[in-house]
């Protein structure tokens, strides 16, 4: 199994297949998500192709099996759910609502504009850091920490992780890996 | 064992009256078995087959349970084939036929093979292969 690090970008477009079918269900459209909880609520989905229409229907996350490299996989077509009947913790923020705000530090030093979110996929994906832009450090990836803050103006990172900004997800990995293991 | 490669375009001869009736253009599969087998313009039941691995397709037209739909039987040779974890492991180059009718192994276009036991379902979207056993390894199956 991959259990690979992808942008939320990346997500977009990515086909949900259905397991007991092959046939493919939608694309996803966006990705829905608790930033301080870092984990992801729900996807929202459009149909297939370039210029695929939104779908009233939506994922939450619970009916997803797994979100790989190349396909988000569920099982039947009754993971997809009605928009007006989906979970009450999808009215969180989606992706694109948080892009651009100002990532600062508790000690009010701005790092840059959030650029994307950055997710652990697998059976159980979560968001596990976010991408910083156009500020003073440069461009480069933030780990999602546990005291992180984010409205629709700022996400707030404690003061040390001016420091864990890495360049690329590899980085990010490696980062995230020691805050696992306790070393941070 | 054959390759489905060989079986599409190979002459089915039906036993009662030794007629050649078509060429064989397609599969529908059930898990990792043969349900159907479209021919020209008709689809039989793979029970009929009395076995895959002939030079020509013979099969009982008296038990064959002809019908003209057949639409779910197709050749699946260039379907992109994805585990239950999301990726992509390749796509399906051929696949190699025990003479019952069964997928003994799915020869993916990386070279690559995945046993056939791990096949779930061909959809027209992708041929999704389960997980629990090892990942594809090893050499094509020729």
Partial sequence: MTLALMRGADLIGRPVVDASTGERLAEIKDVVFDARLGTITGLTLRNPGLLGRRLND????GAVVSVGT???????????????????????????????????????????????????????????????????????????????????????????????IREDLTGLAAELSLMDSGFV | MTLLSKLIGRDAIAL?????????????????????VKLSDTTIDAGAVRSFAGDVLTYDDLFANHSGGGSAATDPRGTRVIDMHG??????ADLTLSGAGRVENIILDTGDTVAGERLRVIGSYAAIITVDLPPPTGSPVR
């Fill in chain 2, 16 to 36: 009662s009256s030794a007629v050649t009736t078509g060429t064989v253009t397609g599969i529908a599969l059930d898990g990792d078995h043969i349900v159907n």
């Fill in chain 1, 70 to 164: 190349d396909a988000v996989i569920v099982e039947g077509d009754e993971a997809l759910t009605p928009g007006d009947e989906a979970p009450a913790n999808m009215a969180a923020a989606k992706s694109d609502d948080v892009l651009d705000v100002q990532v600062i530090t508790e000690s009010g030093r701005k790092l840059g504009a959030l650029r994307d979110v950055i997710i652990l996929g697998g059976p159980a994906p979560r968001i596990v850091g976010f991408e910083v832009g156009g500020g003073p450090v440069g461009n480069g990836l933030v780990p999602l920490g546990a005291q992180a803050a984010v409205s629709g103006n700022a996400l707030i990172v404690p003061d040390e992780y001016e420091q864990r």
């Fill in chain 2, 87 to 92: 990726d992509l492991l390749g796509v399906i």
């Fill in chain 1, 58 to 61: 939506v994922l939450p996350i």
